[in-house]
């Protein structure tokens, strides 16, 4: 990651020097061209081209890109030997969705949230355009993303994939033999579960990371990397409760500790059909509840 970040930003800066040479509103070259003369690929130059975009040294319209303002000495990278890594940018965005009630619509400007998260520009270029794949976010015409919102439509589909997968994963875990390692995970949920029920009144915002990691151990038993990369989706829309309402969030989160505990007692009682019978339940009150958050947003 260190020798990626340190290619990126020696590339970004030769930019920088490139286009000191050429006078505002000039065209600059293809991206092809730019690749060859900075000796990096194309997406680094693209990478490079969304933050100079999202710094108004440039206008980049498809194929058209425009100089609007020479650079100065304020607009060049210096050297940083690390940074975080990709999950805890992640759990950093998330978090930061979850404390702050960031609305849909909401532009997210690159350049500010890279040094909120502390992350390279370019990582977070790159962790955006992952999320945009699921209609999370989309970027702008004119640089920058735009944090979206969730119609019922999107709720609706995303609740029933999620069911699907989950209750498979939960008829495959009740399966799984004596010595397992899930066991073990299952049994310190279940004690995280009850102290946190203890604190609930203070720490309920402690829930969504909580309520993160016990449906990734459900989910963990079945190896398949479309779920994986699913679970990336529940993260941010279920478990960070992205769009809810806030006002009832303590009581829904006390009442989903129950719903918790009740199938992971069914789990280690192994009794698959009553720890089926509340993974449903418990998967239909999220769905529900997502879905009168957005009628109460006038999203859906």
């Known amino acids: 990651m260190a020798r990626t970040d340190a290619r990126y930003r020696a590339a970004y800066n030769q930019f920088l020097d490139l286009i000191t040479t050429q006078a505002p509103g000039s065209a600059l070259p293809s991206e092809t061209q730019l690749s060859q003369t900075l000796k990096v690929s194309r997406t680094i130059v693209r990478t490079a081209l969304a933050a100079l975009t999202e710094a108004g040294i440039v206008d980049w319209q498809g194929r058209v890109k425009t100089l609007v303002r020479l650079p100065t000495d304020a607009d060049r990278l210096a050297a940083r030997a690390a940074y975080i890594s990709h999950n805890q940018l992640e759990g950093r965005f998330l978090d930061w969705v979850l404390r702050f009630d960031v609305p849909a619509d909401t532009p997210l400007n690159v350049a500010q949230l890279a040094k909120l998260f502390s992350v390279p520009p370019h990582s977070l270029q790159e962790f955006l355009a992952g999320l945009s794949q699921f209609g999370l976010v989309e970027r702008r015409p004119r640089g920058g993303w735009l944090l979206l919102g969730f119609t019922a439509d999107y709720a609706v589909e995303l609740s029933d994939f999620r069911s699907l997968l989950e209750v498979n994963a939960v008829r495959s875990l009740t399966h799984l033999p004596p010595h397992h390692p899930v066991w073990s995970r299952l049994q310190v949920l279940e004690a995280q579960h009850r102290a946190l029920l203890t604190r609930i009144a203070t720490d309920f915002h402690d829930f969504s990371r909580l309520d993160e ?67 449903r339940a418990h998967l239909t009150t999220s769905k529900d509840t997502l879905l009168s958050s957005l009628r109460g947003n006038r999203l859906a």
């Open 213 to 279: 990691q016990f449906h990734a151990t459900i989910n963990s038993v079945v190896q398949n990397r479309f779920v994986i990369e699913f679970q990336k989706v529940i993260s941010l829309i279920f478990h960070y409760h992205y769009q809810w309402d806030k006002t009832n969030e303590r009581l829904r989160n006390e009442a989903a500790i129950g719903e918790h505990l009740a199938i992971l007692r069914a789990l280690q009682d192994r009794d698959p059909q009553t720890a089926e019978t509340a993974t």
